[in-house]
Nanobody
Framework: QVQLVESGGGLVQPGGSLRLSCAASGSIRIIIMGWYRQAPGKQRELVAEIFDDGTTTYADSVKGRFTVSRDNAKNTVYLQMNSLKPEDTAAYYC??????????WGQGTQVTVSS
């Protein structure tokens, strides 16, 4: 089993920045850690993910503004979000995928971009 605990969401003005963190606990090796988001009335979508070798993937809508990073020693993934836009408003969910094919989700943290 893997437990994921997220932190760092909140309310920010357009153009502002936020940093999300997600700490994983458990004894199973985690291969991919990432962030998804879901806005009201929309499907959950991938924002960014990072493999254990440092390879990253980003949604086109966040490229150049968001940066995903990972501390393997702490089993923690971060999402630095800059130049935030109102359309970034959503619940953000941490995701972890393990060597044995498991997938785990955090409880979600709300990000609201509004003036």
């Amino acid at each position: 089993q893997v437990q994921l605990v997220e932190s760092g969401g909140g309310l920010v003005q357009p153009g502002g920045s936020l940093r999300l963190s997600c700490a994983a606990s458990g004894s199973i090796r985690i291969i991919i850690m990432g962030w998804y988001r879901q806005a009201p009335g929309k499907q959950r979508e991938l924002v960014a993910e990072i493999f254990d070798d440092g390879t990253t993937t980003y949604a086109d809508s966040v490229k150049g503004r968001f940066t995903v990073s990972r501390d393997n020693a702490k089993n923690t993934v971060y999402l630095q979000m800059n130049s935030l836009k109102p359309e970034d408003t959503a619940a953000y969910y941490c995701n972890a995928r393990t060597l044995n094919g498991g997938a785990y989700w955090g409880q979600g943290t709300q990000v609201t971009v509004s003036s």
